[in-house]
Antibody
Framework: VQLVETGGGLIQPGGSLRLSCAAS????????MSWVRQAPGKGLEWVSV???????YYADSVKGRFTISRDTSKNTVYLQMNSLRAEDTAVYYC????????????WGQGTLVTVSS | ESVLTQSPGTLSLSPGERATLSCRAS???????LAWYQQKPGQAPRLLIF???SRATGIPDRFSGSGSGTDFTLTINRLEPEDFAVYYC?????????FGQGTKVEMK
């Protein structure tokens, strides 16, 4: 099992960015896929999750601005981030469960998003 | 919304000692959907415990989890040098999948 995040970078406040999480070794539509972020020097913050059935949930801090989605043909999960703020600056991790049980068993290496002018 | 409060913030111990970390939820955690993660500097978190007390694959048996409802504990018996890290608890399975603020286990 491997998760590889891409798409991070420097973006101005108010801008948009799309993160990708390419999975191998399992099917993203068969399990729970989540995004977790970590601001510099801070703790972990859960951002969003997509269930195998397609239901999606978000932290209040990103609701209405971020959207999680998946492309089963590419076995990839995305995080579309709009209206970015300085406080969204963080390393964003993609994480997945290993099956029907929702604990986050596998993690990617993370991608850094910096929101600054 | 369920808040997870971890204590202490920092634990200063020597190799070979036992670490006891606490995670308290403001609301009962249903189905004991409570996990513990270890994170070392510059690395992604690693799942240690799921379901409050089940060890994840490959996790040494010196790590154990216990508790139910609102009070949970992670115990690390006989600390090894590689165990000095930050530990997070997390509730999952129903939104929001909240993390605690973390406990740093540092070498005395």
């Amino acid at each position: 099992v491997q998760l590889v995040e891409t798409g991070g970078g420097l973006i101005q406040p108010g801008g948009s960015l799309r993160l990708s999480c390419a999975a191998s070794g399992f099917t993203v539509s068969s399990t729970y896929m989540s995004w977790v972020r970590q601001a510099p020097g801070k703790g972990l913050e859960w951002v969003s999750v997509m269930y195998s059935g397609g239901n999606t949930y978000y932290a209040d801090s990103v609701k209405g601005r971020f959207t999680i989605s998946r492309d089963t043909s590419k076995n990839t999960v995305y995080l579309q981030m709009n209206s970015l703020r300085a406080e969204d600056t963080a390393v964003y991790y993609c994480a997945s469960s290993s099956g029907w049980y929702p604990s986050l068993d596998f993690w990617g290496q993370g991608t850094l998003v910096t929101v600054s002018s | 919304e369920s808040v997870l409060t971890q204590s202490p913030g920092t634990l200063s111990l020597s190799p070979g000692e036992r670490a006891t970390l606490s995670c308290r939820a403001s609301q009962s955690v249903s189905r004991n959907y409570l996990a513990w993660y270890q994170q070392k500097p510059g690395q992604a978190p690693r799942l240690l415990i799921f379901g409050a007390s089940s060890r994840a694959t490959g996790i040494p048996d010196r790590f154990s989890g216990s508790g139910s409802g609102t009070d949970f504990t992670l115990t690390i018996n006989r600390l090894e040098p590689e165990d000095f890290a930050v530990y997070y608890c997390q509730r999952y399975g129903s939104s929001p999948w909240t993390f605690g603020q973390g406990t740093k286990v540092e070498m005395k």
